[in-house]
């Protein structure tokens, strides 16, 4: 991931810079795209809902994610860039995954390498729902991919998955996949594979989703006001 601060870019500006890495995924949430660039998604209190990241429930456990994890099309890199802070809270977290992959022991990292995930929609926090590709917002819907990726660039691997977006793991029963994936995040999320990004107005943050996991945290959203404007590249090599 790479920050750069101190920018001071519109909404176009951030559609162009973003379309030379790729192609632009923009978010299934229809209500919060940017009416004038509907390829930026405003995540934050400013736009026509909260849109949040952040435990919903008001537990501090944070909900670590890739973006368009639940896609069969996840995205590649993203692009947050701040227009708006609130004092305290908002902060957003990122784990590297090839870390936390290359931490486990052999024999953890072969079992890692033999199974598939499976990703949904169903369990994302946030008071809005994505509709599905063929517009169907209630429909069920499960995306099975390896649980290590291997990054197609630098041929080095990367866990991959999610705290809610991740429903379970394919063939296993879910109690089974529910204890090992917490195990699972509770050790890929280690202070030393973690950087902390507190915001500040004009820093705009890029990362590699496909070794990099990211979660929002909360903050007081009666007082004080977020607005964060997202792109989001698509991915472009096969996922595996
Ligand atoms: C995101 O998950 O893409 C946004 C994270 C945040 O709002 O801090």
Request: hydrophobic content about 40%; proline content about 8%; some cysteine.
């Amino acid at each position: 991931m790479l920050v750069f601060p101190g920018q001071q870019i519109s909404p176009a500006q951030q559609v162009a810079f973003s379309r030379a890495l790729g192609e632009l995924a923009p978010t299934a949430w229809v209500e919060a795209r940017l009416d004038d660039q509907p390829d930026i998604f405003v995540i934050g209190n400013t736009g026509r809902a909260l849109v949040s990241f952040a435990p919903a429930d008001g537990s501090d456990r944070l909900e670590w994610h890739a973006d368009h994890m639940y896609r069969n099309d996840p995205a590649r890199a993203s692009l947050l860039y701040c227009r708006q802070t609130p004092p305290t809270g908002g902060d957003t977290h990122f784990a590297c995954m090839y870390s936390a992959f290359e931490a486990l022991s052999p024999e953890a990292q072969a079992e890692a390498e033999q199974l598939h995930a499976l990703h949904s929609v169903d369990l994302l926090p946030g008071g809005l729902k994505p509709a599905n590709d063929d517009g169907a917002p209630d429909a069920p819907r499960l995306v099975r991919c390896p649980l290590v990726r291997h990054h197609p660039r630098s041929g080095r691997r990367a866990l991959w998955f999610g705290s809610k977006v991740t429903v379970g793991i394919e063939g296993w029963p879910p109690d089974r996949a529910r204890a090992y994936l917490d195990r699972l995040e509770a050790h890929a999320t280690r202070d030393e594979f973690r950087y902390r990004h507190a915001w500040r107005a004009g820093d705009a943050v890029l990362w590699d989703n496909r070794r990099v996991l990211h979660a929002g945290s909360p903050f007081d959203t009666a007082q004080h006001r977020r607005e964060m404007h997202r792109t989001t590249i698509r991915e472009d090599h096969p996922v595996r």
